[in-house]
């Protein structure tokens, strides 16, 4: 009996299919899993934090991948080597220290894109790369000794964790911020046109509120409210997380005449 075309040509088909199933079964599947968190004791010591921040850069970070240590020549990336004096001077004339530019470099690398270079760094706080807080604050010591020393500890506070541009910190009992970035705050006023609707230290008030006293009448926490909740279509948005600390602190510390 001669079985039918179609018939060989299904039968071919189920059978290949049963094959490669079966084959794909007996493959070992390997499984994916986020990250493992470096668990890091919050009395470690600075030279402690530094080693564990080296082999983060070397491993979970993937950091090496991009950035070379001492090359030069044609690179998709910065070398690192330096970086500690560089990062002291990248941002200085805005009040940033070597930590605050090292730390927006890992948290927001789009934010200053070094001259000769191009922006794709991922920010490495998030997804896939996902190094926590303690995390980068190790990485962070690592990187102040390739050209300087570490000198952060544990209890270091970015930007981003609780502190401000220029190495204070916000917050604390009084709810005032501790030190004022003025340099860094007037730049952030001017790079978003404060100044069109605000007196930055006038009492009179023409169009807008007057930003004169206003660290008197309103809280730090107040103020990074209404920034956040800036009406109109005027840039704001674009803020980052560091210019906006910046901002709120220079702000808070106008204290004088309230208008």
């Known amino acids: 009996m001669k079985i039918p075309i179609t018939l060989q040509l299904a039968l071919l088909t189920v059978g290949l299919t049963g094959f490669y199933m079966m084959v794909g079964q007996a ?18 010591s600075t030279a402690e934090m530094v080693e564990i921040g080296k082999e983060i ?10 950035h070379t240590i001492g090359k030069t020549g044609s690179l998709r990336f910065p070398d690192m080597d330096g970086i500690a004096l560089r990062a002291a001077e990248r941002r200085q004339a805005e009040g940033y220290t070597a930590v605050d530019y090292l730390a927006e470099s890992l948290y927001e690398p789009d934010i200053y894109i ?10 490495i706080n998030k997804p896939p790369i996902g190094l926590t807080d303690q995390e980068i604050l190790a990485v ?18 970015l930007v981003y964790t609780g502190g401000a541009i220029g190495g204070g910190e916000t917050g604390g009992a009084s709810g005032e911020v501790v030190t004022a ?6 730049t952030v006023l001017d790079t978003y046109g404060c100044a069109r609707c605000h007196d930055a ?11 004169a006293g206003i660290g008197a009448r309103l809280s730090p926490d107040q103020l990074l409210s209404k920034l956040y909740n800036h009406p109109g279509d005027d840039g704001l948005d674009q803020v980052t997380m ?17 208008g």
Do not use: N, W
């Open 181 to 186: 970035a003025v340099v860094g705050g007037s």
């Open 242 to 258: 560091g210019e906006l600390a910046t901002l709120v602190q220079h702000l808070a510390d106008k204290r004088g005449e309230k």
């Open 57 to 66: 850069y070397l491993g979970k970070g993937i950091c090496s991948t991009c």
């Open 140 to 157: 962070i010591a690592y990187l102040q000794t390739l050209g300087g020393s570490a000198d952060v500890t544990m209890d270091t506070k």
């Open 201 to 211: 230290d006038s009492p009179l008030d023409p169009a807008s509120p007057s930003l």
């Open 114 to 123: 070094v001259d000769g270079f191009s922006s794709g760094m991922p920010a």
């Open 27 to 44: 493959v070992p599947q390997k499984e994916v899993h986020p990250p493992e968190v470096i668990e890091i004791a919050s009395d470690v």
